[in-house]
């Protein structure tokens, strides 16, 4: 313990005034005699921080007005003294965590990066919308998918409200879970999912096709999407249905297909990897539409019913359902749903 | 004089190194301003009463209620945001949508968690969205207009309710759908009028495009509400 020499203090145990203003830049600290009594938490770091910052102002305040400085590095064996350094050691914690956490901020948050996918004119976005259900072809030279995500995520949202609606008016009834929920997990997960998968795809056949690439291909295949439903949901006639999906849904895969084989020509893809690419996409992208379609007719909850009973069909008549060409289908999809039902359950 | 002027001159001997040239006497007062009024001002909305903070937020969010409801270019809407309008209308438009039955074999209409969902998030994405295409407005200022603008079809929805207490279907659906459209379109145009200000002229469509579909979707919910009896 050091003893106090030469300061102005009247009081016995040393006061608080000269040895604070030099606490802030002593370095010569006797660590044994330091106890927990004055504790600072992290909950209370910023108001201590605002209080140093005052308590510095008020010392420089002080020390202008003396005229003596008094000697660095004094150690009084005060608790004022422990409570300083732990006061600064937290100070610098406190310092370096927000530095830290602003920087992970910077880094994650930034939504700059989507920025230049955004980049887009309303004319280009129509033109892309109206070219979407146009199958060019013969293209001999290699072209470039623009990779762009205003019209992706538009034509998403869209095919959400437009589920939603089918949903509704179709009186579908979703038990663990709400409508919105679903539509939107159905939407996303398969612009998400899909476009992943044939990322993957195409990376192992060694076709250089970034990610951002098929999402904005698979998005702009949705506009079809959005125009069969839109009608059909409103429309009740199962033929039209068949008609529209084989036509538009059609057009807009032999759109995207075409799309993918012009882009992949001029790499060293082979004839195979790349058949397997465009069937997988056009595939999944028909089944999808088909799925759309039927499956929010109460088959969710036929679903539900199937795992706990199989004697119900899993989809229900509903009264629109008038043609025969349609209980032929119900039947087919009827009975894969009821397997599917089945292997689940066994699972 | 040439006395003070010689004792001047002594106390600021040491400040000629500071870049000064020669010994400039500087003379007049330095006072430490004690207690300005705009100071008092800050430390004194602590002491107020209770019912003056709250008349004070209650007359400014009231003042932003008229801007929705007659929108002309006006910065206040933008300038002094706050979310209180936004959660008092999005409170009560879900405890009005909320579908009147528990069974659980019936989902009756979109339950309280699920507009307030809606609502949030569909703000949220509406402002990222704007931002991304170079928008110039600040987060918040777009949530406080998206939420002040969803005013008229909660107006919309106490109408609907009413009608639906008693009258013929038909009617019924007509009228309300004739009250659904108008509210959604003035909901749309309103929010239009303060954010499309804050882009660039040629991507207005861009923007309007989502609120237009945010306002439907919550127009479409409004309009397809049934209460059960």
Not at chain 1, 51 to 65: L, N
């Amino acid at each position: 313990m050091a003893s106090s020499d030469g300061n102005k203090n009247t009081e016995p145990w040393g006061g608080f005034d000269d040895n604070i203003i030099q606490g802030t830049g002593s370095a010569v600290i006797d660590i044994e005699n330091m106890d927990d009594t004055s504790g600072s938490s992290f909950e209370d770091m910023g108001e201590m921080h605002q209080r140093m910052k005052e308590e510095e102002e008020v010392a420089e305040e002080a020390e202008a007005t003396e005229e003596e400085t008094g000697e660095d590095g004094e150690f009084l064996g005060m608790k004022g003294i422990k409570g300083q350094l732990r006061r600064q050691v937290a100070d610098e914690v406190w310092q370096a965590g927000k530095r830290q956490a602003s920087k992970a901020f910077n880094l994650y948050a930034n939504i700059d990066i989507l920025r230049p996918y955004f980049d887009v004119e309303p004319m280009q976005v129509r033109n892309r919308l109206i070219e979407s259900m146009i199958p060019i072809r013969m293209i001999h030279f290699p072209q470039k998918i623009a990779g762009e995500l205003y019209g992706p995520m538009m034509l998403v949202f869209t095919l959400v409200a437009i589920l939603l609606h089918g949903m509704k008016t179709s009186g579908t009834v979703i038990r663990e879970g709400t409508l919105m929920g679903t539509a939107i997990g159905t939407c996303f997960g398969y612009w998400l999912g899909v476009s992943s998968f044939i990322y993957f795809l195409a990376y192992l056949c060694n076709a250089q096709i970034t990610m951002v690439q098929t999402l904005s291909l698979l998005g702009y295949g949705l506009f079809g999407h959005c125009v069969v439903l839109f009608v059909t949901y409103n429309v009740h006639f199962h033929s039209l249905f068949y008609i529209l999906w084989l036509v538009v849904g059609g057009l807009s895969t032999l759109r995207m297909v075409n799309k993918q084989v012009a882009a992949l020509i001029s790499r060293t893809v082979g004839q195979t990897p790349r058949l397997i690419l465009c069937g997988t996409l056009g595939a999944l992208h028909m089944l999808f539409l088909l799925y759309l379609h039927f499956a929010y007719h109460k088959i969710v909850e036929g679903i539900l019913d199937t795992l706990e009973g199989p004697n119900m069909p899993p989809i229900q008549r509903v009264a629109r359902d008038l043609p025969v060409v349609a209980t032929a289908a119900m039947n087919a999809v009827n009975a894969t749903v009821k397997t599917l039902g089945v292997i689940l359950q066994s699972q | 004089m040439a006395e003070v002027e010689e004792t001047s001159k002594l106390m600021f001997a040491g400040l000629s190194d500071v870049s000064i040239s020669g010994d400039i006497p500087v003379e007049g007062e330095i006072n430490v301003p004690v207690g300005t009024p705009s100071q008092d001002k800050e430390y004194s909305t602590l002491d107020e009463p209770v019912k003056d903070t709250i008349l004070r937020d209650l007359k400014a969010v009231g003042k932003k209620f008229v801007h929705v409801m007659y929108p002309k270019k006006s910065s206040a809407l933008l300038r002094d945001w706050d979310l209180w309008g936004p959660l008092l209308l999005c409170v009560t438009l879900a405890l009005m949508l909320q579908g009147g039955s528990v069974d659980s074999k019936d989902d009756g209409g979109p339950q309280f968690a699920e507009v307030f969902v809606i609502i949030w998030f569909g703000s949220v994405i509406i402002t990222l969205n704007s931002k991304l295409l170079g928008g110039t407005i600040s987060f918040f200022q777009s949530l406080c207009v998206l939420g002040y603008c969803i005013m008229p079809l909660t107006v919309a929805m106490v109408v609907c309710r009413l009608v639906l207490l008693g009258g013929s279907w038909v009617f019924s659906f007509i009228v309300r759908l004739i009250v659904v459209t108008a509210s959604f379109s003035w909901s749309t145009f309103a929010s239009t009028a303060f954010l499309a200000d804050c882009q660039p002229p040629n991507r207005k469509a861009l923007v309007v495009y989502p609120v237009f579909l945010f306002y439907f979707v919550i127009g479409w919910m409004i309009l397809t509400f049934s209460p059960s009896a």
